[in-house]
């Protein structure tokens, strides 16, 4: 099953689980996730299921001052 993770195109089982998503794609943490413009906290991440064609967002901790 193909899903876009950044725009970047990534094949996950059919299981689909956010968690494969984010370990191809090779996000380390701290990050937040969005899946089609919604917010996914980080305690619903574990099981989240994606569905074909889910567009996910990994948005990096930005720091400044």
């Known amino acids: 099953m193909k899903v876009l993770v950044n725009m970047q195109q990534i094949e996950v089982s ?3 689980l956010l968690t494969q998503a984010l370990h ?7 990050f937040a996730v969005m899946v089609n413009e919604e917010f996914i906290p ?3 991440q574990e099981g989240f299921v994606l569905k074909e064609g889910d ?6 901790a930005i720091q400044g001052g």
């Open 55 to 60: 567009k996910v967002e990994v948005l990096g």
């Open 14 to 16: 059919e299981a689909g």
């Open 24 to 30: 191809l794609f090779g996000a380390t943490p701290p």
């Open 42 to 44: 980080k305690s619903q």
